[in-house]
T-cell receptor
Framework: NAGVMQNPRHLVRRRGQEARLRCSPM?????VYWYRQLPEEGLKFMVY????????ESGMPKERFSAEFPKEGPSILRIQQVVRGDSAAYFC?????????????FGPGTRLLVL | DQQVKQNSPSLSVQEGRISILNCDYT??????FLWYKKYPAEGPTFLIS?????DKNEDGRFTVFLNKSAKHLSLHIVPSQPGDSAVYFC???????????FGTGTRLTIIP
């Protein structure tokens, strides 16, 4: 039973380019969450998605960032026109359908470096 | 506004002894609390959780204690093993809101 998969594990972009980060949830999980960790900080919530729906995007920067979780395929976090401040580790987590409280299980992360 | 605080950035403990990691929170709406362990260049690994209706939850060498009146929780690891050396994050979320709020982490080093 594979865990949460993320690719690429490392991504280098120059300023102004686009970054696409992919996340495949655990089998049986229909909820996906994206978090960002800046150096020496804790993880910060960005967005919560279910299939074809954004449930909570209160942590997403207003510009350049978008996320989707299509009916088929992985969830995508897209960062347009990257800047140096976007350099961070981006973690995806997944959970089964929420009843009361559900534990989120994390993938290995994508480390984005903007030159 | 740091709603979840881990005031000790680092902790060193002798192998075989008890490790106690602390976490304080300010949001009284938090209802579910989790501890994650993280090795460098990996994602956080879920360790143990506790709901606000309980004050203790135990799983093998790991026990989490919740003191709601003090808005404080702690993770006890006993006995501590070298493989426990990692960064430990406390996280919390309110009932009905899946957005986890994380602390800044405590780096635990187990000394052989």
């Amino acid at each position: 039973n594979a865990g949460v998969m993320q690719n690429p594990r490392h991504l280098v972009r120059r300023r102004g380019q686009e970054a696409r980060l992919r996340c495949s949830p655990m089998k049986g999980h229909s909820h996906v969450y994206w978090y960002r960790q800046l150096p020496e900080e804790g993880l910060k919530f960005m967005v919560y998605l279910q299939k074809e729906n954004i449930i909570d995007e209160s942590g997403m920067p207003k510009e350049r960032f978008s996320a989707e979780f299509p009916k088929e395929g992985p969830s995508i976090l897209r960062i347009q026109q990257v800047v140096r401040g976007d350099s961070a580790a981006y973690f995806c987590a997944s959970s089964p359908p929420v009843r009361i409280q559900e534990t989120q299980y994390f993938g290995p992360g994508t480390r984005l470096l903007v030159l | 506004d740091q709603q979840v605080k881990q005031n000790s950035p680092s902790l060193s403990v002798q192998e075989g002894r008890i490790s106690i990691l602390n976490c304080d929170y300010t949001n009284s709406m938090f209802d579910y609390f989790l501890w994650y362990k993280k090795y460098p260049a990996e994602g956080p690994t879920f360790l143990i959780s506790i709901s606000s209706i309980k004050d203790k939850n135990e799983d093998g060498r790991f026990t989490v204690f919740l003191n709601k009146s003090a808005k404080h929780l702690s993770l006890h690891i006993v006995p501590s093993q070298p493989g426990d050396s990692a960064v430990y994050f406390c996280a919390a979320n309110p009932l009905g809101n899946e957005k986890l709020t994380f602390g800044t982490g405590t780096r635990l080093t187990i000394i052989p």
